[in-house]
């Protein structure tokens, strides 16, 4: 086992992170196929496995870097500046993609008024809901707190509302 980690562990960072690196700078600056953004994610999420090998490799040298000043500057600079993104901005409601926002947005209308968007009545789109285990109590109530209080999972209810019924 040791050997393998001394041959795999370093190359697989170093290839792991080149993929970061690229989807990474593809997705700031929104180019690229829509795969960069899953590749990205779950790849980086695959690098903590040899990057936990490559320490556990190069623990004794790494532990020298602690003893000076670099490596706590730079752990305590890197930390500083990943807090400004951390903090919430004025007016913000939900994270994530714009389409996720939007489809939160449209989810904090009634049955009643997101209806006519999909082409149906208001029964069309709680008989809807239904199948998807989101109870409304009246017909007036978001359909977010809806799913929320039904404990549904709101990607479920939103491609039940989209999917024609058989």
Do not use: C
Request: aromatic share 10%; net charge positive; hydrophobic share 50%.
């Amino acid at each position: 086992m040791p050997s393998l980690i001394n041959r795999y562990a370093t190359p697989f960072i170093t290839g792991l992170f080149i993929v970061s690196l690229i989807s990474g700078i593809a997705l700031f600056f929104h180019v690229g196929p829509s795969g960069f953004h899953g590749m990205h994610e779950w790849l980086s999420m695959v690098l903590i496995l040899p990057f936990i090998l490559h320490i556990w490799k190069n623990w004794r040298p790494l532990t020298n870097y602690f003893k000076r000043s670099p490596m706590v500057i730079a752990l305590a600079v890197s930390l500083l500046i990943s807090l400004p993104f951390l903090m919430p901005t004025s007016g913000e409601t939900r994270k994530g993609p714009p389409p996720f926002a939007f489809s939160h947005q449209i989810l904090t209308n009634s049955a009643s008024a997101v209806a006519p968007l999909l082409g149906m009545t208001g029964d069309d789109v709680a008989a809807r809901l239904r199948s998807a285990g989101v109870e409304l109590s009246d017909p007036d109530q978001p359909i977010a707190d809806a799913i929320s209080k039904s404990g549904a999972n709101e990607m479920r209810a939103i491609g039940a509302l989209l999917t024609p019924a058989r």
